[in-house]
């Protein structure tokens, strides 16, 4: 089993979430598959404790030790460096300038190798390698959350310059309105907009989505003009990258019945030709793509 399976990881701002993923398909193994909850706030030692009690679950119901762990992790982070750089957005502060791959290995006692890669790129991964974006050589990925992420891929590869690509390949950063991209296209938006329209405190973007599902105009509009702006902000990134498909994920594509169709009519009214998909797989291709980085990297190395 060790040399057929790796562990994804993926960090949330809530939670971590740990699999045995399959190499040869980027299938997630369920019976190896756990998430713990993590309190993003806390002491540097608290967050690492439960992040390695969720990959220790997963080693002992794995029966092995898999060949490496990849790790989805939101940045801003060195990646190749393992160390933390997250620092002035309220969650894992107490982490900035640790060396993340060095207190897991000791916590963990794994010595096979720990990758990390940025979470909304291993969500675009795992849907290229084994989601909607599979067969598809030009595919743009966008995650739809408490930020928006967003990830070019050409021939299963990121890309973070060259024609079609915006600035570092990210999007949530792009000029838009008054501000940035993710100031208009984030569940932020939603819950301070709603707010700022009726008076009512949604509490989360769920709540939104059930509003919309019993025709409440206010979150039907906002949806509206969420996705409106997603195409805005996508027409000429779109166009210039020759994307073939792009590929929603994140909590905020469940509501994709509110979203979509404003979505799909910018894209059309600027004449732009590529698909667009819904991720039905979630976060198991974050897993996947964690598990992507993993593969790629077993190749370099041999």
């Given amino acids: 089993m060790n040399n057929s399976y790796v562990i994804g990881a993926d960090i949330g701002g809530s939670h971590i979430t740990a699999a045995l993923v399959d190499l040869a398909s980027g299938a997630v193994v369920d019976d190896c ?3 713990e909850p993590v309190n993003a ?4 030692e608290d967050i690492l404790a439960h992040w390695t009690a969720c990959i220790s679950r997963v080693l002992a119901a794995a029966g092995t030790e898999p060949a490496a762990i990849g790790i989805a992790m939101p940045g801003p982070f060195d990646y190749p460096g393992g160390i933390s750089l997250i620092k002035g957005v309220s969650k894992y502060e107490s982490l900035y300038g640790m060396n993340i791959r060095e207190a897991l290995e000791a916590s963990l006692e794994f010595s096979k190798g720990i990758y990390f890669e940025n979470d909304a790129s291993c969500f675009a991964l795992g849907e ?4 909607e974006g599979a067969g598809c050589s030009r595919m743009v990925a966008v995650t739809l959350g408490t930020g928006l992420g967003g990830t070019f891929l050409l021939n299963n590869k990121i890309q973070h310059e060259g024609k079609g690509i915006p600035p570092e390949g990210y999007i949530y950063h792009l000029p838009y309105k008054t501000g940035i991209a993710e ?6 938006w939603l819950i301070n907009e709603y707010h700022q329209r009726t008076g009512q405190r949604p509490g989360e973007v769920k709540n939104i989505g059930e509003l919309a599902e019993k025709q409440d105009a206010v979150a039907l509009a906002l949806f509206a003009e969420m996705g409106e702006a997603l195409g805005e902000v996508m027409v000429p990134w ?6 073939e498909r792009m590929v929603i994920g994140g909590n905020i594509r469940k509501a994709h019945p509110y979203f979509l169709p404003a979505l799909q009519a910018s894209l059309q009214h600027n004449n732009i030709k590529t698909s667009v ?4 797989r979630g976060e198991n291709s974050a ?3 964690a ?11 041999q």
């Fill in 33 to 35: 598959k756990f998430k």
């Fill in 41 to 44: 706030a806390a002491g540097a």
């Fill in 128 to 131: 290229a390698w084994s989601g």
């Fill in 183 to 188: 100031d208009y296209i984030s569940s932020r």
């Fill in 238 to 243: 779109l166009r210039d990258f020759d994307a």
């Fill in 277 to 280: 998909h819904i991720s039905g």
């Fill in 287 to 289: 897993l996947s793509g």
């Fill in 291 to 301: 598990a992507w980085i993993c593969k790629s990297m077993l190749v370099t190395n």
